[in-house]
């Protein structure tokens, strides 16, 4: 099959990319700055279990300006300061990032949230990572009312479209509270991204390829993708270390990614496709290889083997 002359997102590029999909919105680069407001999560609190998902450790995605001890505005101002510095960003998106980031009253969500937005006059929206099981109708019409005049997203983690993996991972969900979840979220102006995770031993490629399938009939905007990482302090560590377990190198990882995004609905906007852990905790696997380069021997590959996104969507 030849190459369409331009791609339904409009650009050159081979895969419907975020980075794209903002500028066309913005006219500009859109930076994220990331927040600690000290939320928990109710898969280690015991609400829903003890422990935390096996994987999770949030101290290897905190940025160094991310401490909870100082306030939503202090973190955004220093965010911004070094952003600005570092990518002559001049338009902002908070990110609530680190634990579930709707585990909290209505009102507490409120103030934090209504913080933020007022914390500099260049913040354009919200990003809200959190669980599907800690979103209600409440919360969800709050977040609809924001959406008429910011650009709000909130982020669920699904990690698996398999229930025996989320068990074994000890997500505390399954696959259908994920669902319920979006049909809550979609069609109300906010945009929904949904993260999942690539690399579980006893998974393998059927399963990821099946989920570009899976995840084309949901009703979410964004994807983010990245490899299984071990990382320090997690149980994942701790069954790493007690039987070393085969992880992925980038050419088969990249090689999954290129199949998955030919299944995938070329509609869904990717925002990420690798990720990162600080070296310090980072366990395995050790690809040495920084994310820009990544995306560039993705592109080759793209390239090289004439395909693109939705390629096969069926
Ligand atoms: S839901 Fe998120 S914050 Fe909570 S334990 Fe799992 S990965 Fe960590």
Known sequence: MKAPESFPWGSEKRYNAFSFYQRNIYGQRVQKVTVDAGFTCPNRDGSVARGGCIYCNNESFNPGYNDARKSITQQILEGIEFLERRYKAHKFIVYFQPYSNTYASLDTLKRYYEEALSAHPDIVGLTIGTRPDCVDTSKIAYLEELADQYDVTIEYGLESISDATLKKINRGHDVQAYVNALEMTCDRGIKICTHMIFGFPWEDESLWLE?????SRQPFDFLKVHQLHVVKN???AA????????????????????????????????????????PDTLIAPHWN??????????DELLEQKNTWQG???K
């Open 234 to 236: 997690t149980a994942l």
């Open 311 to 313: 390629k096969h969507f």
């Open 289 to 298: 290889m920084r994310n820009y380069i990544l995306l560039e021997r993705l």
């Open 211 to 215: 989920s570009a399938d899976w995840l």
């Open 239 to 278: 069954l790493y270390k007690k039987e070393p377990f085969e992880m992925l190198t980038p050419e088969v990882y990249l090689d999954i990614i290129v199949r998955f995004l030919e299944r995938l609905d070329p509609r869904i906007v990717i925002q990420r496709l690798f990720g990162e852990a600080p």
